[in-house]
């Protein structure tokens, strides 16, 4: 794939964006938090997570290449815990989400507690603005936000789960790597197949530099997206 260089680059620059590098992550891993703060932390990426799996779904309906959607539909049904129904990467972040807040806030939270409450204005801006760029009517810049999306992940959950750690001594010691699952799928195996698939699938659609160029649309789009989002969630953490 003649083009298979130039997107990594691209994916490559994500360390640099405020996306990842930002107060946001800094205050997290800092040390433990409030309860108010890891509550409004909780909801918030409960709300912007809820809709991962169908962003996926949509880059499969609005990618014409074939072997670009093959990629995609890889991973889709890893999103889907690979056909088992109780791995699937949304209800192990629900799992560990109302565990973690009913430890912090010593009385029982269920998923009804994360979906009960209105998500930030910046949030919900987020999610509008990640279904635009991934039901846009050029599969290229559709790719490009995928390959944002997945180039992301990986990194921001390893920055999650460094804070996370945070909270170890609410658990027993392999109570606590329990409860982690949905970080350990995503970092020792998922996120790695997926920034790959990602990078093969946007290179598939790519014929030339204008091409390349509607790629980077869609990257940059979803890169400047997700760094309103976390500047929302921090503001709103230090209040609460």
Known sequence: MRYEAPVRELAATTGRHPALDNDFYRHWRSGPLPYPQVSVFAHEFYARTVNTAVMVALSVLHTEDLAARVECVKNLYSEYGNGDAAKAHLLLLEQFLTDLLSRLGDRPHG??????????????????????????????????????????????????????????????????????????????????????????????????????????????????????????????????
């Not at 920034?195 to 093969?200: P, S």
Request: charged share 25%; glycine share 10%.
């Open 111 to 240: 998923a009804g507690d994360l979906r009960g409450s209105d998500p930030l204005p910046s949030t919900s801006a987020f999610s509008a603005g990640q279904r635009a760029l991934f039901t846009d009517e050029d599969q290229r810049v559709v790719q490009g936000a995928l390959l944002g999306q997945e180039h992301l992940a990986y990194s921001m959950l390893v920055r999650l789960y460094e804070g996370v750690r945070n909270y170890k001594h609410l658990y027993g010691e392999d109570e606590f790597h329990e409860s982690c699952e949905y970080f350990y799928i995503h970092i020792g195996e998922a996120e790695k197949e997926h920034k790959e698939q990602a990078v093969v699938s946007a290179a598939r659609v790519c014929r030339d530099d204008a091409d390349l160029a509607r790629v980077r649309k869609g990257f940059d789009g979803f890169l400047d997206l997700t760094a309103e989002y976390w500047a929302g969630v921090h503001g709103a953490m230090l209040a609460a």
